[in-house]
């Protein structure tokens, strides 16, 4: 399962920009990783942890501004076509799942 995140916050103020930052840090606190401008992603590993990660988000949306999120599985991710230029490349792999014996 994946949560994506993609944000549009205004950052004409000092305050503005503040909020922009502090949101920002707390989605790399949590395990998000830029996949581009305004736009992170993290790989969780149930339906259930998905949510957890999403309410957490919901918690912090600032006061202005824009914020979506989106949950789909692995395969969703898998099909993915991700394009630099006219070179296209594969998206990014998620992390293995531990395994315990």
Known sequence: MWVLVMFDLPVE????????AR???????DGFDRMQY?????????D??????????????PSEG???IIMFTDKQFERMEVFYGKL???PEKPPEQLSFF
């Open 13 to 20: 103020t000092t305050e503005q920009r503040r909020r922009y």
């Open 23 to 29: 949101f920002r840090k707390d989605l790399l606190k």
């Open 38 to 46: 305004s736009v992170y992603a993290r790989p969780c590993p149930s």
């Open 48 to 61: 259930e942890n998905a949510t957890v990660h999403r309410k957490r988000i919901e918690d912090r949306v």
């Open 66 to 68: 824009q914020v979506r």
């Open 88 to 90: 296209t490349v594969p």
